[in-house]
C-alpha cells in the first residue's frame, strides 16, 4: 500500500551545523509533498512544500530536496539552532486524492549545544 | 487571528463512555481531518471531511464518529467501542481543489483512566 517513511528515526547534531532529514516514498503517483515540523505535546507546523514538477524549493534556512527517480524527499536545516529540536515529518499526497496526506514516521532531531 | 482550536488539551475517560472531542476552525476551510497519534509513530487518518454534511472513514475509524453540521466544526466522538483510545488526537484543515498544506491545531491528549 502507500506509505511514507524515514530513514532516520534520530538525529543528533551540533549547534551551527547543518541537518539533513531524509524521507522515501512509495507512491510514484504523489505529486505533492510537505515537511512538518512538531514540538513536544504541540500539532505540527508547516514548514516547506514542494510539487512534483520541482527539484528544490528554499525557504528561511531549510532547503527541500525532492528526487523523484528514486522517490526521496529530503530536508535541509543550515545552521541548526537548539530551538529545531522537534520531530520533523513528511507528508505526501496527490491531486484528486481529496488532498489526504500521508505521513511517514517522523525524525527526532536533537540539537546538542 | 485564522485557525484551528482543539479543545479539551488533555481530557480523561473511563473505561465504557465515550467523549467527544472538539474542533473549530475559522480559516474558511471546506476540509477537515482527525488524525492520532501514538507515541514514536506517525500520524494516521481517522476520518475526514471535504464539505458540510459529508465525511469519509480513514484508515483507522472503527470504534470513532463524527458529524459536520457546520464548515467550522467538526467533533470526533471516541466510543466505547474504541478498545485503546489513549492517544494524542490532531484536528486539521486544508483548502479544497488543489494540493495545499494542512493547518493543526494543538491536539488533545486523551487518557484511558
Known amino acids: 500500500g502507500e506509505s511514507v517513511g524515514l530513514h532516520l528515526p534520530t538525529l543528533s547534531v551540533q549547534e551551527g551545523d547543518n541537518s539533513i532529514i531524509n524521507c522515501a516514498y512509495s507512491?510514484?503517483?504523489?505529486?505533492?509533498f510537505i515537511w512538518y515540523k512538531q514540538e513536544s505535546g504541540k500539532g505540527p507546523q508547516f514548514i516547506i512544500d514542494i510539487r512534483s514538477n520541482m527539484d528544490k524549493r528554499q525557504g528561511q534556512r531549510v532547503t527541500v530536496l525532492l528526487n523523484k527517480t528514486v522517490k526521496h524527499l529530503s530536508l535541509q536545516i543550515a545552521a541548526t539552532q537548539p530551538g529545531d529540536s522537534a520531530v520533523y515529518f513528511c507528508?505526501?499526497?496527490?491531486?484528486?486524492?481529496?488532498?489526504?496526506?500521508?505521513f511517514g514516521t517522523g525524525t527526532l532531531l536533537a540539537v546538542q549545544p | 487571528d485564522g485557525g484551528i482550536t482543539q479543545s479539551p488539551k488533555y481530557l480523561f475517560r473511563k473505561e465504557g463512555q465515550n467523549v467527544t472531542l472538539s474542533c473549530e476552525q475559522n480559516l474558511n476551510h471546506d476540509a477537515m481531518y482527525w488524525y492520532r497519534q501514538d507515541p514514536g509513530q506517525g500520524l494516521r487518518l481517522i476520518y475526514y471531511?471535504?464539505?458540510?454534511?459529508?465525511?469519509q472513514k480513514g484508515d483507522i475509524a472503527e470504534g470513532y464518529s463524527v458529524s459536520r453540521e457546520k464548515k467550522e466544526s467538526f467533533p470526533l466522538t471516541v466510543t466505547s467501542a474504541q478498545k485503546n483510545p489513549t492517544a494524542f488526537y490532531l484536528c486539521?484543515?486544508?483548502?479544497?481543489?488543489?494540493?495545499?498544506?494542512?493547518?493543526f491545531g494543538q491536539g488533545t491528549r486523551l487518557t484511558v483512566v
Open positions: 471531511s471535504q464539505i458540510v454534511n459529508d465525511f
Open positions: 507528508a505526501e499526497s496527490r491531486l484528486g486524492a481529496t488532498n489526504k496526506l500521508i
Open positions: 486539521a484543515s486544508t483548502r479544497t481543489g488543489a494540493n495545499t498544506e494542512a493547518f
Open positions: 507512491n510514484s503517483a504523489s505529486d505533492y
